[in-house]
């Protein structure tokens, strides 16, 4: 098993531009969510999703979006990017919800210039 | 925002010795509570959840007192692959919270 891959690794972008954070899980786990982490700050929750077809909001969602087509598949989404959202994103995915052990993603460093 | 508090350090410590690391939670009804290792540029892993009765796993003990609202991690015998940052997490309803970790460095 692969268990969660993200792509890409890195990414510039400049202010304005859009993307979309690929993260994808092999394991069969309904619950899936985005973090970004930032200096001097803990893992901070961007959106996570119970299962296909249902997502929800976290403590930092403005300026992001996501869909859960699948089980597998949980992109994150950035509108129009800005400098505040320089940071690393982490996917994580888990059997069955929060009070579960999270398997993250090896993280997407993202620059905005 | 539901806080999760814990010393930033570093730690700096030799191999063998004994480090314990404290974490605090705001939130009172909490109801999961875990440790996560995080190296270097790397994602986080868990280490281990905390239980009320306290739970160990080889050199490696946590405690919980939902009456002080405190975690502990204790970590003895110390190896230099134990440097890394120690997360302390809570769960509260439909969120994770994270501390903002402490780090540890084990020197020969």
């Known amino acids: 098993n692969a268990g969660v891959t993200q792509t890409p690794k890195f990414q510039v972008l400049k202010t304005g531009q859009s993307m979309t954070l690929q993260c994808a899980q092999d394991?069969?786990?309904?619950?899936m969510s985005w973090y970004r982490q930032d200096p001097g700050m803990g893992l901070r929750l961007i959106h996570y999703?119970?299962?296909?077809?249902?997502?929800d909001q976290g403590e930092v969602p403005n300026g992001y979006n996501v869909s859960r087509s699948t089980t597998e598949d949980f992109p994150l989404r950035l509108l129009s990017a800005a400098p505040s959202q320089t940071s690393v994103y982490f996917c994580?995915?888990?059997?069955?919800?929060?009070?579960?052990?999270?398997?993250f993603g090896p993280g997407t460093r993202l620059t905005v210039t | 925002r539901k806080e999760v508090e814990q010393d930033p350090g570093p730690f700096n410590v030799p191999e063998g010795a004994t480090v314990a690391f404290n974490c605090t939670y705001s939130?009172?009804?909490?109801?999961?509570f875990f440790w996560y290792r995080q190296d270097c540029r790397k994602e986080p892993k868990l280490l281990m959840s905390?239980?009320?009765s306290g739970n160990e796993d080889g050199r490696f003990t946590a405690q919980l007192n939902r009456a002080s609202q405190y975690i502990s991690l204790l970590i003895r015998d110390s190896k230099l692959s134990d440097s890394a940052t120690y997360l302390c997490v809570v769960q509260a309803g439909t969120a994770l919270i994270f501390g903002k970790g402490t780090t540890l460095s084990v020197s020969s």
């Open positions: 394991m069969n786990h309904e619950y």
């Open positions: 939130n009172s009804a909490s109801q999961s």
């Open positions: 999703s119970v299962g296909a077809g249902i997502t």
């Open positions: 994580a995915s888990s059997y069955s919800g929060m009070g579960y052990e999270q398997y």
């Open positions: 905390v239980y009320s």
